[in-house]
């Protein structure tokens, strides 16, 4: 299983941003996915997630109204839309794949596999 981030980069307050993750190795249409993310100097916390056919979504409270979780199965891509963003966005941002089952988690331990992160550094 290979869950492969990419977008990141250096961004400046209130710009936007559009993280993808390509899945390979697992049946990506049955599963649910989520993201998370790790400021520098914080533990790893939950950003949203999707289900397998992407009808349904959860987010952090902190992430709900800036942030949109999307999914094409087509091409085994789950995407994260960020919107003006905030210095405190800064973070290396994860995929994460349950190894069976179509909840929409939102903790860490539901969760099996994980991708290499992408780091997302807002600075002016």
């Known amino acids: 299983v290979q869950l492969q981030a990419s977008g990141g980069g250096l961004v400046q307050p209130g710009d936007s941003l559009r993280l993808s993750c390509a899945a390979s190795?697992?049946?990506?249409?049955?599963?649910?996915m989520g993201w998370f993310r790790q400021a520098p100097g914080k533990e790893r916390e939950f950003v949203a997630s999707?289900?397998?056919?992407?009808?349904?979504?959860s987010y952090a409270r902190s992430t709900q109204f800036r942030f949109t979780i999307s999914r094409d199965n087509a091409k085994n891509t789950v995407y994260l839309q960020i919107n003006s963003l905030k210095f405190e966005d800064t973070a290396v941002y994860y995929c994460?794949?349950?190894?069976?089952?179509?909840?929409?988690?939102?903790?860490?331990?539901?969760?099996?596999?994980w991708g290499q992160g992408t780091l997302v550094t807002v600075s002016s």
């Open positions: 999707i289900s397998a056919s992407g009808m349904s979504t």
């Open positions: 190795g697992l049946t990506f249409s049955s599963l649910a």
């Open positions: 994460a794949a349950p190894g069976i089952g179509d909840t929409v988690a939102v903790e860490e331990y539901e969760y099996k596999y």
